[in-house]
């Protein structure tokens, strides 16, 4: 059984280039770190390992060559197995088209247990790629865990935070889980980790490796366009008022009325 966990490299927040005619990212050449929110799915997926002492945890990522450095991180964390996907084929693509590829990989490895993501990729943030993945490969899907009851070969129960508390889930496995970081703290690499690391040499996919339809894959397979990129507004200074909570209270009914709020 195979524990896999979805990672992405993203842009260091403070190095974020984009490509003004394509709508997208540019990752060659930047700075790059591990998705925060992918160490807690690493950590997780270590954690399955551990408490039940069965499965091989599988470090997942699609990306440029340089993701390698994001899978020596996770190989480091304790991970067994590091697979890239690589492929200039499979630049550009949107959460549809990168989660049909990761559902593709997933195919090809076999054997899913569990597939561990985290919450959401800060450089995008719109937490898709989880429940697309799940719908890819037709299995339940558990978004938000913030902690897992139970867990063994047929069955996993977790907690899932929500606006109003938490709910307690239930699914069959194989199952896609979405992490959110309360649920654990990532582990600091280990010496013998570090040096597994400086050894790993990845396994590198591209489309030929498997078996993908070229029109769900890449720029051409993503059905999301960016139409324009521009720097926010400058925000202005606000207004300051003093007066009795009477006084306070027209002015405000008043700026109301001239915004035609009311």
């Known amino acids: 059984m195979n524990i896999i966990v979805c990672i992405k490299q993203v842009p260091d927040t403070q190095d974020v ?4 005619e394509r709508g997208t990212l540019i990752r060659e050449g930047v700075k790059s770190i591990v998705n925060p929110f992918d160490l807690y799915a690493l ?8 408490r039940t002492g069965k499965g091989t945890v599988v470090a997942l990522t699609m990306g440029p060559p340089q993701a390698e450095e994001a899978l020596k ?6 991970v067994d197995r590091g697979i890239l996907i690589t492929d200039k084929a499979f630049a550009g693509a949107d959460t549809l088209a990168t989660s049909y590829t990761l559902a593709k990989a997933i195919e090809k490895i076999g054997s899913p247990w569990v597939i561990v993501c985290g919450r959401q990729a800060i450089d995008g943030d719109t937490a898709q790629v989880g429940p697309e993945l799940a719908a890819w490969l037709d299995v339940p899907q558990i ?7 139970e867990i063994d070969e047929k069955r996993i129960k977790a907690e899932r935070l929500t606006d109003y508390g938490y709910d307690v889930v239930e699914a069959t496995v194989p199952c896609v889980i979405t992490v959110n970081k309360e649920i654990n703290e990532p582990r600091l690499p280990s010496l013998r980790g570090m040096m597994k690391a400086k050894r790993f040499k990845p396994e590198i996919w591209d489309s030929s490796s498997m078996d993908v339809d070229r029109k769900y894959i890449g720029l051409e397979g993503s059905p999301t366009r960016v139409i324009k990129i521009f720097a926010p507004p400058q925000k202005i200074g606000g207004q300051k008022h003093e007066g009795t909570p009477e006084e306070l209270a027209k ?3 008043k700026k109301f009325e001239e915004l035609k709020i009311i």
Do not use: Q
Request: negative net charge.
């Open 143 to 149: 978004t938000y865990v913030s902690k897992i009851l």
């Open 251 to 253: 002015i405000i009914v």
């Open 43 to 50: 950590e997780e997926g270590i954690r399955i390992k551990e």
């Open 17 to 20: 280039k984009m490509d003004p």
């Open 73 to 78: 991180e996770a190989i480091a964390m304790g």
